[in-house]
């Protein structure tokens, strides 16, 4: 089985032509809420993937956002596991998608930043344990510290961007990052092979938006080429990416074989809008990997040139 632990949020999404500079109003086309947050797409995308059971580990306010989010997670098949708060009410993110798909996301995290060590259920029988930094650092760390202990292997998706405490470092096995993650959790400028230096999680994947994806192990280093999608919502890309990774990885996939279905995934999630409502089912992502061109050797080169592989 799969924990994820994380945040729930309702997402409150406006399209407009460009996202608003600082001190700047613009107007949008059309409003729509959908359920969200991070921990909670990447439990969707699991879940959606197939293979082994997803539980997912979250808190939530009492109010009308919450039934939404929880409806969403259950009919995408994960076991849900709800901390109730009756101080914080259900994580908001406000999140203005561009006509080109970027978004630009403000995330209130209300009932989310009351998941508390102490509510990580028994670890007996789960294999894999996902968790982002949508939630308390110290949260995130305990988790972490429990399931290394009981040698679940631990997945960090160190997303929104911080700097990791030592010890939280010491007991991620993958740790997932995009280019601007990767350069605050290493503390360090440069490309992605020097940034890479600087980070000792042993396994390392980064996220590389339109371009693919890089990986470092303990044995080698690699890259996977992004599949050419037409972009609508760039929301939860990177959650599903995360999700499906770790679901291939549970099923017994190799490092290799998970990232082309997580990079699939990913882009596939981007030619919908929303966050859980554009995470493709895992027949879905056949189809598309089935007709999807192979990955040139120059279109490998180009990516390796671009992060500083030599
Ligand atoms: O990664 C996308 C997610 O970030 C959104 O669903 C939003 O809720 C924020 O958590």
Redesign the pocket.
């Known amino acids: 089985m799969i924990l994820v632990a994380g945040?729930s949020?309702l997402?409150f999404v406006v399209r407009a032509e460009r996202i608003p500079c600082p001190g700047e109003t613009v107007l949008g086309q059309g409003f729509r809420t959908?359920p969200?947050?991070?921990g909670a797409?990447q439990a969707v995308a699991s879940a959606r993937a197939g293979g082994a059971t997803t539980h997912f580990l979250t808190a939530m306010g009492v109010d009308n956002f919450a039934p939404t989010i929880e409806a969403s997670l259950r009919d995408a098949g994960v076991v849900v596991h709800v901390v109730r708060s009756d101080s914080e009410p259900t994580?908001c993110?406000f999140?203005c998608v561009s006509h080109s798909g970027e978004n630009a996301?403000t995330?209130a995290p209300g009932a989310n930043s009351q998941l508390l060590p102490d509510h990580l259920p028994a670890l007996a029988g789960f294999s894999y344990l996902l968790l982002q930094l949508?939630i308390p650092m110290a949260t995130v760390t305990a988790y972490a510290r429990a399931a290394r202990q009981q040698g679940v292997t631990v997945v960090l998706n160190a997303?929104p961007a911080q700097a990791l405490p030592p010890e939280l470092i010491d007991n991620v096995d993958i740790l997932v990052v995009n280019e601007g993650e990767l350069a605050v959790v290493a503390g360090h400028p440069g490309t992605v092979a020097d940034c890479l230096r600087h980070v000792t999680v042993p396994t390392v994947v980064v996220t590389l938006g339109a371009r693919g994806a890089c990986v470092r192990t303990p044995d080698e280093v690699f890259v996977q080429p992004a599949f050419p999608v037409q972009v609508m919502d760039t929301?939860?890309a990177?959650?599903t990416f995360c999700g499906v990774l770790v679901a291939a990885l549970g099923r017994g996939d190799t490092l290799r074989r998970a990232l082309r279905s997580a990079s699939a995934a990913g882009a596939m999630a981007c030619e919908k809008q929303g966050?859980q409502a554009s995470i493709p089912q895992a027949s879905d992502v056949g189809k598309f990997l089935a007709h999807a061109a192979e990955h040139s050797a120059n279109s490998i080169q180009m990516l390796r040139s671009y992060c500083g592989i030599h």
């Open positions: 945040s949020n997402d959908f969200g947050g991070k797409n994580g993110a999140i996301i995330v949508e997303a929301t939860a990177g959650d966050a």
